[in-house]
């Protein structure tokens, strides 16, 4: 078993109580396991890697991952959603819905995405991808094929089948409802615990098992309880979009005269296992009229939020507070959910979003939105062996570059990382003792052949965009540019 020296300028280790900074030090592992922190480690090792000016610390971990030829960015300019093909016409419901890609395509755009992910120093992630472009959701299928990529490009996730049992559409007339299939979402689940129970612990135990329900409004109370019961049988974690968005607050109330929060609760779906994007709009947040104790019920869950910043703030929204939620006691992790899928951008925008929601600049620090990429993200996951430099931990590491010109003066490596650094910053990445990324290349990964395919693949889903957009009109119609075209 080879044993391996990793050497810094500056090394995040983890001393059991939480991360500190060492200046010259090295991590040393063996296979795929840290045996060695701190500096002058006296033992016989078969190779060395010299980080020099860079920060070796442990591998972001990604809870609401891109996997995707991101659509959301389509998304940026073009408003509102519902008239851009992110909300089925209720004819293409009727007429009935087609998988817009391939399956080869589907298989490339999920590889694509963990070449994204890890080249942004993630070496951990729980994907997702868009349904609007798919005949109902994720299949058994295609999601072992994914496990498959995952290996093969050295990332380590964690995986599981979309499923719902609605979709929202619209009507000819303008007016919103939901297509509900809830035996055909109730075989999805099927679907997913048996992938999980196939795929949980493949690949020397770097793909594992999850449960992924679609956004709570397209789900019914029988999908959200017998998800509860399979997640806790399998003991696996389930996530769940919820508290995303104002018309998802308000669908949920309507229903049952409950918040989002209050129903999954009264559902028994909320629980340590469980991992909520984007738990943004519960009671106390400024724009929810309604009162109610949400807070108290996620704190007491153990549940987990997954803050999404910079998808969040290019829908105009922001979370009340990071600050405020953290210290009521609910964990909270991050998930990037767009592209860019760059962790850095993310941990810097939520800083700033934190500070201007509390109008107080000490309201959180860097050190705050690091530990929520890391030790908390592996805690949510039941994982203390990730997120953290420390011995008995998996060797997952990334060496951050702190040498461009572009970066400025180094105080301090993790305050500089999140004031002027990016996720193109990353020069290598470990997962599992296995060197997946050197110098932004990936070993067998031609990037320029994937840029081009991607390019072609992700044209050729723009040009589908009318089948499923209201009342159908031209692409040129649905996505306008910037500047008139000369």
């Not at 690091?370 to 994982?383: C, E, F, K, S």
């Amino acid at each position: 078993m080879t044993t391996t020296r990793v050497k810094a300028r500056y090394v995040i280790g983890f001393d059991g109580q939480g991360h500190r900074t060492m200046k010259d030090a090295e991590v040393v592992y063996r296979g795929d396991t840290i045996i060695f922190v701190g500096r002058g480690y006296e033992g016989p090792v078969d190779q060395e890697i010299d980080g020099g000016n860079a920060i070796l610390g442990p591998g972001f971990i990604d809870l609401n991952a891109l996997a995707d030829l991101d659509t959301t960015v389509l998304a940026f300019d073009n408003q509102p959603d519902w008239a851009k093909g992110r909300v089925w016409p209720e004819d293409y419901v009727a007429s009935g819905p087609v998988e817009m890609y391939s399956t080869d395509e589907q298989t490339f755009k999920m590889k694509y995405a963990f070449v994204q992910l890890i080249r942004n120093g993630i070496t951990t992630a729980l994907p997702i991808t868009s349904m609007f472009y798919r005949e109902w959701a994720e299949t058994y299928d295609e999601f072992a094929r994914s496990a498959d990529s995952a290996a093969e490009v050295g990332i380590r996730a964690y995986l599981g089948p979309c499923y719902m049992t609605g979709v929202s559409l619209i009507r000819d007339d303008g007016s919103f409802g939901v297509h509900w299939d809830e035996e055909r979402g109730l075989k999805g689940l099927a679907s997913a615990r048996d992938y999980v129970r196939k795929f949980d612990g493949a690949h020397d135990g770097l793909v594992r098992g999850m449960l992924a329900p679609d956004r709570i409004e397209n789900c019914t109370s029988e999908l959200i309880r017998r998800s509860a019961a399979v997640a806790e049988e399998l003991d696996c974690p389930i996530r769940l979009h919820c508290c995303q968005g104002l018309d998802e607050f308000d669908s949920i109330v309507g229903r049952y005269d409950k918040t989002p929060v209050e129903w999954l609760s009264s559902l028994g779906f909320l629980s340590k296992r469980s991992l909520l994007p984007h738990g943004v709009y519960v009671t106390g947040h400024t724009a929810i009229k309604r009162t109610g104790n949400d807070v108290d019920i996620l704190a007491a869950s153990g549940a987990a939020l997954i803050h999404c910043p910079l998808v969040l703030s290019r829908y105009g929204g922001m979370m009340e507070s990071f600050a405020r939620l953290k210290k009521a006691g609910i964990p909270i992790g991050l998930g990037t959910d767009t592209f860019p899928p760059d962790m850095v951008e993310n941990m810097r925008l939520g800083i700033s979003l934190c500070r201007v929601a509390e109008g107080d600049v000490s309201a959180c620090s860097s050190a705050d939105f690091y530990n929520a990429a890391t030790i908390v993200a592996a805690d949510a996951l039941g994982r203390p062996d990730l997120g953290r430099l420390a011995v008995g931990a998996k060797a997952d590491m990334t060496l951050f570059d702190l040498s461009a010109f572009e970066l400025g003066q180094v105080i301090d490596p993790i305050q500089t990382m999140m004031l002027s650094g990016t996720g193109r910053d990353f020069k290598m990445s470990i997962v599992n003792g296995r060197v997946v990324m050197k110098d932004r290349q990936l070993p067998g990964i031609d990037l320029d052949a994937y840029r081009h395919r991607a390019q072609a693949q992700f044209d050729g889903l723009i040009a589908k965009y009318p089948a499923r957009t209201w009342r159908h009109p031209s692409v040129d119609e649905i996505f306008k540019p910037s500047f008139p075209l000369a």
